[in-house]
């Protein structure tokens, strides 16, 4: 089965920068776009970024200039390069994936990032 694993959260302050990753498992990797998403409390989870199989990206307007989504087949691996990070990024942050030709939604189990002075 499907599973995505998030990890490189933590508490940072502002200004300051992290690096998420998502590995993932029992999925060809290469074939499928992955995303970003993050849910801060008492919101909705809201796509922060997304790349495609061939490497396109997109990002939220909140993320532009300051992070940078990215993946590694080889590792079967996605990042996201948090930089210049500010108190309204605190959030839960999640990989996700949507398998075809099923449709069906994957996510992992959320990274929380604080930040924070």
């Known amino acids: 089965q499907v599973q995505l694993v998030e990890s490189g959260g933590g508490l940072v302050q502002p200004g300051g920068s992290l690096r998420l990753s998502c590995t993932a498992s029992?999925?060809?990797?290469?074939?499928?776009?992955m995303d970003w998403y993050r849910q801060a409390p008492g919101k909705q989870r809201e796509l922060v970024a997304a790349?495609?199989?061939?490497?396109?990206?997109n990002y939220a307007d909140s993320a532009k200039g300051r992070f940078t989504i990215s993946r590694d087949n080889a590792k079967n691996t996605m990042y996201l390069q948090m930089n210049s990070l500010q108190p309204e990024d605190t959030a839960v942050y999640y990989c996700?994936?949507?398998?075809?030709?099923?449709?069906?939604?994957?996510w992992g189990q959320g990274t929380q990032v604080t930040v924070s002075s």
């Open positions: 996700h994936t949507r398998l075809w030709p099923s449709g069906l939604d994957y």
């Open positions: 029992g999925m060809i990797f290469r074939l499928y776009a």
């Open positions: 790349i495609s199989s061939g490497g396109s990206t």
